[in-house]
């Protein structure tokens, strides 16, 4: 990323019961990170929300090899030294929800291979080489 020119974010905390909270929201920013293909700068903006339950460190269940429907699971962090670590939060949010290839539009890689023979694939390929020393 080459810079990052808006950063917002809204978020609400509510208490569950038994030391535990839900803390959701809503993430915007605009940035500017390199083209991939031209190196040039590319704006993009991203819009992303969060749901993620705060527990206390002992009542976070044990993760098991069990089968979890991880679209309907509830996301949930340990309290650590009674902080509920909101900004970590949100910085992962923005991570995952950054382009990992951001492209400039119409921008086109074009790899040229010159005097390239055409490989042969199989079996037979190691004496193919040998075919062409002879």
Known sequence: MLSCDDV????RVGHLGRGRYRVSGDVSARFTQRCVVTLGSVAQGLEETFD??????????????????????AEIEPIEHGLIDAGRIIVETLS???????????????????????????????????????
């Open 8 to 11: 917002k974010v809204v978020y």
């Open 96 to 134: 995952a929800g950054l382009d990992p290839y951001p492209r400039k539009p119409n921008a086109e890689f074009a790899w040229e291979e010159k005097d390239a023979k055409p490989s042969i694939t199989g079996p037979f390929a190691g004496l193919s080489k040998l075919k062409d020393k002879r």
């Open 52 to 73: 993620v339950e705060f527990w206390p460190a002992e009542a976070v269940p044990e993760t098991t090899d069990t089968e979890i429907e991880v679209l309907t699971a």
